[in-house]
Every structure is written in structure tokens, then in C-alpha cells.
């Protein structure tokens, strides 16, 4: 699995079955690999970035077992979930089905509101970044 857009790795499941990110755009996006997946205990997967990481388009996210997990009696269905889609005033699919790496996958264009509560929700990100550096 790699970063649909440039970002920041906001979250990890545990289990690492599941990855979400903040994309400089101001979409965030939810990766989940498979149905119920979070039952392997992370088993089949290897992950290769962090929480807090910035990641470029197309960089490898993390990596599963395909094989192990079919047997294991999960579906590989992977839904891509634009969390924050009430920002947008419109998201486009452009593709369903079998992927591979570097398609894209939807387009969007965000509402004006979606742009003004962007602006804010980075500036008390950038904020709250510089606040915490100077406690240390």
C-alpha cells in the first residue's frame, strides 16, 4: 500500500491493518486492508512508516500477505474512506475493482467552508507544533 497523496501518518491501527492520513491537500484518508483484518493481530503485515511521519505520494505505507490473509478466510476488499468529506463540496470515484499502485482514485474539490476551516484547523496544527517545541 502506498500514500495516495503527500501527508502526514496521523494514525496507525495496532494491528497494522489500517493507516490513516492528513494529506497536504486537507483530505484525510483512511486505508483499511481487508474485512474483520483486525482479527490477525496484525499477522501479514510489515509496516514501514510511523505516526507523525510526512510522506510522499506513491511512498510505500506498508506491505501485506495477500495469500496469508485469503487463507486465513479474510476478503481482500480495501476500502480508501475520505474521512473529512464534508469538507469537499464534491469527490469524484474514478476507479473501482482491482487497483494497482499510482492509480488514482478519486478526484475532489473542496468547498469554500472546507478551505476556510483548512486554513484554521493548519494554523492551530502549526501552532500547537512550535508550542510544543519550545516547552522542550
Not at 501518518?9 to 483499511?32: P, Q, R, Y
Not at 510511523?50 to 501485506?64: I, S
Request: glycine share 8%; hydrophobic share 45%.
Amino acid at each position: 500500500v502506498v500514500a495516495p497523496a503527500d501527508g502526514i501518518v496521523e494514525k496507525i491501527a495496532k494491528t497494522h491493518h489500517a493507516i490513516s492520513l492528513l494529506c497536504d491537500n486537507g483530505m484525510e484518508v483512511l486505508i483499511h486492508v481487508g474485512m474483520d483484518t483486525v482479527e490477525l493481530k496484525g499477522k501479514g503485515y510489515e509496516l514501514f512508516v510511523q505516526t507523525g511521519d510526512h510522506v510522499q505520494k506513491g511512498q510505500l505505507l506498508f506491505r501485506f500477505d495477500m495469500q496469508a490473509i485469503a487463507a486465513a478466510g479474510y476478503t481482500l476488499t480495501t476500502p480508501v474512506i475520505v474521512t473529512n468529506s464534508s469538507r469537499f463540496a464534491r469527490i469524484e470515484p474514478l476507479l473501482s475493482g482491482r487497483v494497482t499502485a499510482g492509480q488514482q482514485l478519486l478526484r475532489a474539490k473542496m468547498s469554500k467552508m472546507g478551505q476556510k476551516r483548512l486554513r484554521t484547523f493548519l494554523a492551530h496544527k502549526f501552532y500547537n507544533a512550535f508550542y510544543s517545541v519550545t516547552l522542550w
